[in-house]
């Protein structure tokens, strides 16, 4: 990693899950002179936001708007951590700028390990039509708020690379304001945060810092930020090689925060090199999981073909989180490529099915 910035993992919270309860106790009893109830959930949990400093440049940002994408909500916590063994890292930061972070935006979600809200609506396409608790709370404090930057702090799938062959572990975006993706006044001032966070990490984690795509998204929640005139960055937090636990990630992720922020005390508004932001190559949708090559199946005629596996996170009755294997595509996939693969060509396919079924667990065994 980066020699001249140290990493230290908040050992309270080992795993990708987190309780928000467990979350709520710890924060209210390290930090809370700083943390405050800025609102409820859909369900009556509270959700809390932290504020960090007093100067001049005023930054929002939020984790857990989607309740399985907790690689932000970790990152902040080892921030803090960091912050604690290292007081002058902070105190050099908040000289500079105001952070207004709120935790698990989606606390309900957060708790069930779900994507959406406990109303089954997704936070972050709820921005124009409002139903949702947690985008209420979210407006009330971001519209109002006087705020020079934004973070929009998500996970993506381990489908996705820079090249086609290395993950994208860090995909950033400055979104876009309408469907014509003009690079805008406000998208100058994301993109040049980004080319700040890309210049300090590219050579720390080569190959593996891509751009989302600035496709514009009518109702969600980065584009309409845009849209009312605060630049908005969006983190997208994925795979490393071998870790589906994303403990790589995280570690990345947390110094990809330290360094936005440390761009946005810096640039105080200005897009100087934003031009860099175009050197970072754009997601590729490249891989699965895990592909089965040259499958010969138990029919009454000759087939073969490949079986790609997804891994899907599901959270057990202890609440613990495991990954169960999924078929998500059968046929010829000789034109993508799986983290793992596996040659099957002379081997059996041994299943109590004749051949495997789409969005079922792969239960079957190949000898």
């Not at 390290?30 to 936001?49: R, T």
């Not at 063994?85 to 989606?106: G, S, W, Y």
């Not at 105080?268 to 031009?275: A, F, L, M």
């Not at 699965?288 to 997804?310: G, M, S």
Request: net charge negative; aromatic share 12%.
């Amino acid at each position: 990693m980066n020699v001249q910035f140290p990493y230290f993992k908040n050992v309270n919270f080992p795993d990708r899950y987190i309780s928000p309860e467990k979350l709520f106790i710890y924060l209210q009893s390290n930090y809370g002179d700083c943390i405050k109830e800025v609102g409820k959930s859909s369900l009556g949990k509270p959700i809390y936001m932290m504020t960090l400093g007093k100067g001049p440049t005023k930054i929002a940002a939020w984790s857990q708007m989607h309740g399985n994408e907790s690689t932000a909500t970790l990152a902040m916590l080892d921030l803090l951590e960091i912050f604690r063994a290292h007081p002058e890292l902070k105190a050099r930061l908040v000289e500079t700028i105001q952070l207004d972070f709120i935790f698990m935006l989606n606390p309900d979600g957060s708790e069930q390990w779900t994507r959406r809200n406990a109303y089954d609506i997704d936070i972050n396409r709820d921005f124009l039509r409002n139903s949702s608790a947690e985008m209420k709370v979210l407006k009330s404090i971001v519209l109002p708020g006087n705020y020079d930057y934004l973070l929009n702090l998500h996970d993506q799938r381990t489908i996705f690379t820079t090249d086609g062959i290395h993950p994208a572990t860090l995909s950033f975006l400055a979104p876009s304001e309408s469907p014509e993706r003009t690079v805008t006044e406000n998208r100058k001032k994301s993109m040049a945060v980004i080319a700040g966070i890309y210049l300090q990490l590219k050579q720390s984690l080569p190959n593996r810092i891509a751009r989302y795509s600035d496709e514009f998204y009518p109702t969600s929640t980065g584009d309409n930020f845009m849209k009312a005139g605060i630049p908005a960055i969006l983190f997208e937090g994925g795979f490393y090689e071998n870790d589906l636990n994303r403990e790589k990630t995280r570690e990345y992720y947390t110094h990809a925060l330290y360094f936005a922020l440390k761009a946005m005390a810096v640039l105080k508004g200005d897009s100087y090199g934003y031009e860099t932001y175009m050197d970072i190559p754009q997601n590729q949708e490249s891989h699965f999981d895990l592909i089965y090559r040259n499958v010969k199946l138990n029919t009454d005629f000759e087939c073969v073909l490949d079986i790609a596996v997804q891994y899907r996170e599901v959270l057990d009755e202890e609440k613990n989180l495991t990954y169960q294997p999924y078929v998500v595509e059968i046929g010829d996939l000789n034109h993508k490529k799986g983290w793992t693969e596996m040659d099957c060509t002379g081997r059996k396919f041994v299943s109590v099915k004749k051949f495997p079924k789409l969005d079922a667990l792969a239960d079957f065994r190949i000898e």
